[in-house]
């Protein structure tokens, strides 16, 4: 890394991989922004067979979506513990968000079990692939968080722990997760709640 | 005599890759002048092949009533043809000059993440194969009331619903088979390969400038570069989650655009143009930026209007995202919607009028050197201008509603994609021709492919005008004799051989300059631009010491002043400064470190395509081994190291 630092460039005062990583966030809005759309456009229209309305469990849904949230609480205490240098806490914590992200795929996978025994399956209708491919396509990204932060807890396991420089750093991982959490506010009061 | 670092003994998990030379070098190589040099022969050989199957079109359309092919191969041929010159020629072929440009036109070493950048271009390597794997294991079934399906024949076992891939056409009950699967998960492919090489320019453009290299000295072309990766960002999400729906419409029974299902085939149209319209700038702003860079190098003046040029390109890529509906005037949508796209439509002439005037200005009153890249810079301006105008007719709605699927629209978006971006290319290959390998090409060769190509190219397109407004309708495979059709169909025909000799001629030119061409100077064209500024060919490490910009085309500057009367004037230093910048160039004072090459990439890369077999085949061992290929690579990734520890050689 050294002399590549010593190599002058125009300031813009952003680190180069955080810039890198805002872009590939700012594409992700779009992916989701596609989908969100799409679920609007059909919810509004006429589609015979079931509807999300009639399957669906606020209560239960409402319970994992905090959990989701509570994730974002305990990412946010890692970061706080690493830049604090308390390895076992960083670690403790990653493990915690790990878990609770793991907890909401559970309750995903649960509900998907429900609605498909209860015959709202992908080809239904137009209203259930719309629900499936949108709900599932975050599910993915939970899923990919959740193998990040394992193996950000995995590396933390070693001699030398984390640290906030190189490669894919518990900072990259904490903005990818956040911005997860955020999209699941804005799906959630779309897809349920409206 | 130079230090670059020898790759460490350190234990990893994997044996980090060492090879300086052969084949092993070039697949783990992270260096972008390489990653660039293999997108260009990668993108060519695919303009080859697209060349091929637009001839054998060309064949078929010669005489009417022909049955040189099937209906069934003619729709293959068309859809691939389509298909492989967008995505797989023109999109890589522009890759490859932002790649092997762009560092070197704002004085970095290399992109900001070179790993990411060979990742790039191995993904888009794997999705080329995999679309074109289609010819061995796709099949294209006969729909009812269809052709027959002995008529499919191999070549008909690819993708067939047009490149464009409009619904229902392009689902299942239409295009049974495997052929369009390819098509959509092929295209993904791809535009995985292009959202991340657009994170990795704009990232690069905004953090890797030299010192002084403010973002009103860049130059135009890396200006071009910045707007398209914008466009490739924020446009290639809307066609991924579109090519899902296709892709779960076709494997899963899902019914997104199928109306029967509850689905709207009309919003497949909406998110493919929403896509495809920046697209279309996504191809011809690179050649804006290469024909403004050519124009003011051989008219030796600077531009004309440096930050109109920029501003009007940005205010394209901008206005690109709100015209999307002009290509849907046939379809069903509101009179409001209509008059609104054919106003936007309109409006988008506007910055590209300034940039087609800031060119001519640019000319006005030059000292015009007329060799092959001006030449083909000026055909561009010529072509492109042709094109354009035919372009506006289209914001018309009743005429377009006319001239909708017919040659006349075939004709306009050839003089703007092949006149336009083509052109541009071209001007580009030959202008940096020098700089990349260090020999000059030949300029009377270059003079005969530029002549060939231009005459070919105005005998194959010009008469589509006029064939459209008589009727002809494009991707249809025969005409029957009595329209009168035939004789500016010959012509077509003719003019597209004529195109094929050109190509043929380049690469006579391309290969023996290569190897045998003059010994190039550092400097042949007395340019303008910071990349000249370095040895031909230019060497690993790109700059001996960060350059340090002090104006726009600040290389010119150093070599030129002016007189009282506003007149260049070499410096009596100039000579010196050359000598000076070439000794140091070749010979660099300090330690370099480069990025060391890597083998995950390509892992990962290759780990991609097996996931696409594996939802085509509904198939849970191909995917699983793809996804182990993408957790190996991404976890080789993650542990490893951009730069090993330096080993400082022992002669410094």
New interface residues.
Partial sequence: ????HA????P?G?E??K??FW??L???I??F???IT?FM??KG????GMKLTDVYDIPFTSISSFILLMSSLTMVLAHNALEANDQEKTRVWLLATAMLGAVFLAGQIYEFTEFYHKGFE??T???S??FY?LTG?HGLHVFVGVVLLL?LWG?GQRQKGLTLE???NLEFVALYWHFVDIVWIVLFTVVYLI | MTKIIEPSKQSNIFRRPSSETGIWSWITTVDHKRIGIMYGYAAFFFLLIGGLEALVLRIQLSQPDNNFLTAAEYNAMFTMHGTTMIFLAIMPISAAFFNYLLPLQIG??DV??PR?NALSFWIFIFGGAFLYSTFIFGTAGAPEGGYLAEEVGWLGSAPNGGWFGYQPNAGMKYSPGTAMDFWAIGLQILGIAS?IS???F??TI?????????FMRMPVFVWMTFAVSFLL??S???I???L??VT?DRK?????FLVE????PV?WQH?FWLFGHPEVYILILPAFGIVSEVLPTFSRKPLFGYAAIVFAGFGIAFIGFGVWAHHMFASAISPVAQAGFGLSTMVIAVPTGVKIFNWLGTIWGGKLKLNTPMLFSLGFIGMFVIGGLSGVTHSIVPADTQQTDTYYVVAHFHYVLFGGALFGIFSGLYYWFPKVWGKMYNESLGKIHFWLMMIGFNLTFGPMHWLGLQGQVRRTWVYAEETNLQFWNIVVTVGAFIIALSIIVFMINWIFSKRNGEKAPFDPWDARTIEWTIPSPTPVWNFSK?P?VRALDDFWHTKYTEDEEGRAVRREETDQILLDLEEEGLNPS????LPNPSYFPIVLASGLPLLGYAVIYKSIPLAFIGAVLLLIGG?GW??E???EE?HEDSDE
């Fill in positions: 890394m050294s002399s590549s190599y002058p460039h125009e813009t952003v180069t991989r810039l890198g872009v590939f700012s594409t992700e779009l992916f922004g596609t989908l799409t456009i059909f229209s006429d589609f015979p992908l080809s209708n137009i209203f692939s719309s491919v396509f193996a590396i190189g490669g894919m | 970095a070493r900001a993440f990411l959202l657009a994170f990795n704009i990232t905004i953090n890797m400038r030299t010192k002084g290299m403010r960002a924020f290639l999400p809307i991924a989650i579109a899902f729906y779960f899963f029974g899902t019914s997104f299902g509850g689905g709207d919003l998110l960060a340090e300090e330690h370099i470190a976890f993650g542990t190291p951009l730069e330096i």
